[in-house]
T-cell receptor
Framework: AAGVIQSPRHLIKEKRETATLKCYPIPRHDTVYWYQQGPGQDPQFLIS???????DKGSIPDRFSAQQFSDYHSELNMSSLELGDSALYFC?????????????FGSGTRLTVV | AQTVTQSQPEMSVQEAETVTLSCTYDTSENNYYLFWYKQPPSRQMILVIR??????QNATENRFSVNFQKAAKSFSLKISDSQLGDTAMYFC??????????????FGTGTSLTVIP
């Protein structure tokens, strides 16, 4: 079965650089969520999209932005990277109101800022 | 606001034995969903089991079952016949019934489970 695809799997950036994380949801899933998980922490909600429009915003820094495209894939853009941005970034997708409620998570992108 | 509490940061269990992980939550919603996710060392988030709040029957998935007590707002996970591959961090999560907004998960802080050979 198709899963949520995230790319890249690993990313190393220097401070003040920019990073772009991509997420390809499961076909027919119209809702995408982004989470940030620091070392030893539970996932923290960043932002979500429903039908290509932002639906909710969590603890996402102003340096970050995201969007969902016409093919429902989503990109998280992170600028002026800081050491504290080093984390595992999860994307999850869902079919809004579908019978299989709940998220399917991607494998995550591990971002290391040096 | 919704909160999810996992009061056991770490637990261990002997292989083949049974262990119960606890989770409590707070919400004013009447209908919602509850989940247990497993995060092994690979850091992948894997759905273990899910429960709809309006269903009184406890969900089961093979060796995994829940004890859902709606009035007490409790949602514990029981793992029977524990296997070494069950070693992971387990997150309890809450989600409201779908609305256009506010559908994010509320996660507990996790319970690190170690299965001892």
């Amino acid at each position: 079965a198709a899963g949520v695809i995230q790319s890249p799997r690993h990313l190393i950036k220097e401070k003040r650089e920019t990073a772009t994380l991509k997420c390809y949801p499961i076909p027919r899933h119209d809702t995408v969520y982004w989470y940030q998980q620091g070392p030893g922490q539970d996932p923290q909600f960043l932002i979500s999209f429903y039908e290509k429009m932002q639906s909710d915003k969590g603890s996402i820094p102003d340096r970050f932005s995201a969007q969902q495209f016409s093919d429902y894939h989503s990109e998280l853009n992170m600028s002026s990277l800081e050491l504290g941005d080093s984390a595992l970034y999860f994307c999850a997708s869902e079919e809004a109101g579908g019978i299989n409620y709940g998220y399917t998570f991607g494998s995550g992108t591990r971002l290391t800022v040096v | 606001a919704q909160t999810v509490t996992q009061s056991q940061p770490e637990m261990s269990v002997q292989e083949a034995e049974t262990v119960t992980l606890s989770c409590t939550y707070d919400t004013s919603e009447n209908n919602y969903y509850l989940f247990w996710y497993k995060q092994p060392p690979s850091r992948q988030m894997i759905l273990v089991i899910r429960q709809e709040a309006y269903k009184q029957q406890n969900a089961t998935e093979n060796r995994f079952s829940v004890n859902f007590q709606k009035a007490a707002k409790s949602f514990s996970l029981k793992i029977s016949d524990s296997q070494l591959g069950d070693t992971a961090m387990y997150f309890c999560a809450f989600m409201k019934v779908f609305q256009r907004t506010g559908n994010q998960f509320y996660f507990g802080t996790g319970t690190s489970l170690t299965v001892i050979p």
